[in-house]
C-alpha cells in the first residue's frame, strides 16, 4: 500500500530534515490558516440527491429506515452525510501529504475495543470508507463532529470553539511527539484504557473517575457472550437468532424457500472461504465452529439498506457462540476525489485499511467476494458482532467530558496517520502555535451551519413526499 501514501520510494527514504523542508514548504501553498474556509461552491449537489444516489444499490424496504434516523437531528443526518461531507471536502485546501484515511472520523467512530490480548483499548472503529487522501480531510470531519454534537447539547460558541481547539491541538501535539519517534515505536503505541485516565485526565475529580470505570465495566460486559443473550433464544431445543423486525431478520424468516436456502449456502460457503484471509492459527479456530443461523440485520445510520448479515456459529456445544457480522462493502466515498482503491475487492480495502489503522484489529477481520442471489457479485468484509465494545453517548457530555472525549480523539487519530503517512512532514506543517487549531475551530462552525441546512432539506424532502422515511 505504500504507493499510494509517498508519491515514490525516494520521498518515503528522505532524511528527517528533508521530511521537515517538506512539511514546511506545503505552508507556503496552503497556509494554515487557509483551513478556516468553508463555503459551499455555486454547483454544489443537491444533498439529497447525493444520499439517493448512495441509497439506490441498497435494499430498498430499508431505505426509508435510513431516512427517518438521518431526520431525526442534524448530528443524527451528520453521521450519515459521509458523502456529501466528502465532496464539500474535497474543494477545500489541503497540504498534498496524504495518509490512510479513515474516511468518517466523528466522533462516534472512537470508542472503546477489545485487543486479542484481552486488554480494553481506545481506538478508531468504522472504517467503510478507508482509503489513501489528504490527511486534513479526517480532522475536519473530526472537528465539525464535535461542534454539531455540542450544539445539540447547547453548548455556548465559545464552549464549542474549546472543544474543537482542544482536540485540534492533541492531533498537533501527538503528531509532533510521534515525529520524533523510531518508526517501531509509532507502530507499537496504543491507547490502553487502564492508562487513558492517567495521561488524558490526570486531575479528573473522583466522580469522573467513577463514570470512567463504569464506562470500561460497560463496554467489557459488551461480549459475545453478552449479544448471545440478547439476540438468540431456544426453539425445539435448538439455539437460534430472535427475529426483531424489520431491525433483524432470520434469514428463514426473509425470504421464499428456495432463494432462502440458496442464500444461506452462499453465506456458509462465506464464513469457510473468507476464513482463508486469516492468519493460520486464527483459521484453525475458526474451523472449529459451525454455522448455526444467519439474520440480516440493520446497522447505524449511515449503514442502513447495506446488507449486513450476522452469522452465529456453534464450538464445542450450544452454548459457545462465536457472531460474526458480514458487512457490504462498497467503493469508498473518497474514491471520487482521489483515485480508486488498489485491492481488487472493496472488502480488501476496509479490511487493509483497518489493519494499517488500528493499534490492534480483531482477530477475525477478514474478507470475501459472494454472488447473491440477484446474480450480482458483492464485496464483504467479516468481524465479530461485539467483543468489548463501548461507545460514548454524545448527549450526555457536558463540555468539560466532551473536551477530554475530542482530545483522546485528537491523540488517537494522529496515531492512525502516523503509521502510513509522512508524520514528520504533518507535524512539521503543523508547527508548535496553534494556528490550525484556531483555523479548524472556524471550520467546524462553518461546517455545523451547512449541515444544519443539508438537515433541513431531507426533512423538506420527507414533507414533500419526495422520500419517504420510516422510525425504527
Known amino acids: ?22 512539511g514546511k514548504a506545503a505552508r507556503s501553498t496552503t497556509p494554515r490558516s487557509s483551513h478556516a474556509d468553508f463555503s459551499p461552491p455555486p454547483k454544489r449537489p443537491d444533498p439529497v440527491e447525493t444520499i439517493e444516489k448512495q441509497s439506490a444499490t441498497r435494499v430498498p424496504e430499508l431505505v426509508p429506515i435510513r431516512y427517518g434516523r438521518m431526520t431525526e437531528a442534524p448530528f443524527r ?15 477545500t485546501p489541503r497540504s498534498g501529504i496524504r495518509v490512510q484515511c479513515c474516511g468518517d472520523a466523528h466522533m462516534l467512530n472512537f470508542r472503546l475495543l477489545a485487543s486479542p490480548e484481552r486488554r480494553l ?28 454534537a455540542g450544539r445539540a447539547n447547547g453548548f455556548s460558541a465559545k464552549q464549542r470553539a474549546s472543544v474543537v481547539r482542544a482536540a485540534v491541538r492533541s492531533y498537533r501535539e501527538r503528531m509532533r511527539m510521534l515525529a520524533g519517534m523510531g518508526n517501531l515505536d509509532v507502530w507499537y503505541t496504543h491507547f490502553d484504557a487502564d492508562e487513558l485516565q492517567q495521561q488524558f485526565a490526570p486531575k479528573a475529580d473522583a466522580r469522573r473517575r467513577d463514570r470512567w470505570e463504569r464506562t470500561r465495566e460497560r463496554a467489557r460486559a459488551h461480549d459475545t457472550l453478552q449479544v448471545f443473550e440478547k439476540l438468540t433464544h431456544v426453539v425445539d ?22 432463494e432462502r436456502d440458496a442464500l ?50 456453534l464450538g464445542k456445544d450450544d452454548e459457545d457462540p462465536l457472531f460474526l457480522q458480514a458487512k457490504e462493502a462498497d467503493e469508498s466515498i473518497l474514491a471520487p476525489y482521489v483515485g480508486g482503491s488498489e485491492f481488487a475487492t472493496q472488502g480488501e480495502r476496509v479490511v487493509a485499511g483497518q489493519r494499517l489503522m488500528q493499534a490492534t484489529s480483531d482477530i477475525f477481520l477478514g474478507w470475501e467476494r459472494v454472488l447473491g442471489i ?16 463501548g461507545i460514548a453517548v454524545a448527549e450526555s457530555l457536558s463540555p468539560k467530558v466532551m473536551t477530554l472525549f475530542g482530545t483522546l480523539c485528537g491523540a488517537t487519530l494522529a ?13 512539521a506543517y503543523l508547527g508548535g502555535g496553534d494556528v490550525f487549531d484556531r483555523s479548524l475551530a472556524t471550520f467546524a462552525e462553518l461546517y455545523a451551519d451547512q449541515n444544519e441546512k443539508d438537515h433541513q432539506a431531507l426533512v423538506d424532502a420527507v414533507k414533500s413526499g419526495r422520500v419517504k422515511a420510516e422510525a425504527a
Request: charged share 35%; hydrophobic share 40%.
Open 121 to 148: 483499548m481506545f481506538d478508531i472503529n468504522d472504517f467503510d470508507e478507508t482509503l489513501p487522501g489528504p490527511w486534513e480531510w479526517d480532522v475536519k470531519r473530526l472537528a465539525a463532529s464535535l461542534v454539531i
Open 1 to 22: 500500500m505504500a504507493k499510494k501514501f509517498m508519491s515514490s520510494d525516494e520521498t518515503r527514504h528522505l532524511t528527517p530534515e528533508e521530511r521537515v523542508a517538506r
Open 415 to 427: 496515531r492512525a496517520h502516523a503509521r502510513s503517512g509522512d508524520r514528520i512532514a504533518i507535524a
Open 77 to 91: 443526518f451528520y453521521r450519515g452525510a459521509a458523502a456529501i461531507m466528502a465532496a464539500d471536502l474535497a474543494e
Open 264 to 313: 444461506k449456502k452462499e453465506i456458509s460457503r462465506l464464513v469457510e472461504r473468507y476464513g482463508q484471509t486469516l492468519q493460520t492459527d486464527r483459521r484453525f479456530l475458526l474451523e472449529s465452529y459451525r454455522v448455526a443461523d444467519v439474520a440480516r440485520k440493520v446497522v447505524g445510520v449511515g449503514s442502513v439498506g447495506t446488507r449486513c448479515w450476522i452469522i452465529l456459529l
Open 237 to 258: 431445543g435448538r439455539r437460534q437468532i430472535a427475529s426483531d423486525p424489520p431491525l433483524l431478520i432470520r434469514l428463514e424468516d426473509l425470504l421464499p424457500k428456495l
Open 374 to 389: 440477484d446474480g450480482r457479485q458483492r464485496d464483504f468484509y467479516v468481524r465479530q458482532l461485539r467483543d468489548w465494545k
